[in-house]
């Protein structure tokens, strides 16, 4: 049964992989590998180095040591089965942390101890990502037109994001299960798989503030591996622009960087979206010799 599944996730991913190069179409990757050559995998280094410190920065919010059979390794790997489920099914990042507490509970780890981690570390990954879009609202002041809406609307994006930390860390204190519970006996809702684990629910809140007031610095270091990992991803900038064009121009585009990650949470927005393309002919122009089209190329690749 478990070689069944497996096989048909397999399957499902490989079918999930076709499609994709189906849709984006094999004459323009291939034309993207072209021009970037054999350097094309080292378009790849900046991520996973993006990936290694929020693994680093997820290890610090166990307040436990892990079981033998969880080594960094594993860790790793983990994450990554997890942000690959948030990024292909649209579970509002719900799906991925309830896969990683699976796959932790799986090697030994209680399930108590791994959703206090998950939780812990998600907070940390959300406020370290606020203050990357704080400095994109910055960075992209610089670069916009005063009056532009994108330039606003970038701020206003800041602002909201600031707001949804100070939320969720006040929910935390308040104890997000036990007000989900209290929630369902206000709206006089009757569900066995919550009543019957109230008491359990309520110890988990408690273990997540503790860990807060009890291990603060492991907290504020989690936060500074995930800020790290963001601005790591944007050292891709630094090593396109060198492959593409023979130039460190990482200064120049590192603004164009911030800005999108301030337009990321609202891609649909009509202002974020002119920003994205004004960035990418910015970046065309910041980097002389490289194309846009090229700069295109260095994205699919990565993809």
Known sequence: MKLALR???AGAGLAL????????GVDTISRAFATLGWSAPLILLPYALV???????????????LPKAISFGTLFRIRWAGEALNNVVPSAYLGGEAMKVYLLHKRGLPVADGTTSVTIGKTAQVLAEVIFIAFGAVAGSSILPAGSPARAGMFAIAGAAT??????????HRGI????LALTERLRLRIHALTSRAESLRQLDRRIFDFYREDRRRFLSGVTL???GWISDSMEILLVSHLLAGKWCYFSLLP???????????????????????????????CRGTSAARLR????ARS
């Open 17 to 24: 992989f076709a499609w994709f190069v189906h849709r984006t």
């Open 256 to 286: 164009l960087r911030f800005a999108g990650g301030a337009c990321g949470s609202l891609r649909d927005h009509p202002p974020c979206a002119r920003a994205h393309v004004r960035a990418n002919r910015r970046c065309a122009s910041l």
């Open 7 to 9: 096989l048909i996730i």
């Open 297 to 300: 190329a260095a994205r699919y």
């Open 163 to 172: 707001a949804l930390v100070g939320m969720l860390f006040w929910l935390q």
């Open 177 to 180: 299960f036990s007000a989900f």
């Open 226 to 228: 995930y800020l790290a």
């Open 51 to 65: 990936y290694f410190l929020d693994t680093v920065g997820w290890r610090l919010s166990f307040g436990c040591a």
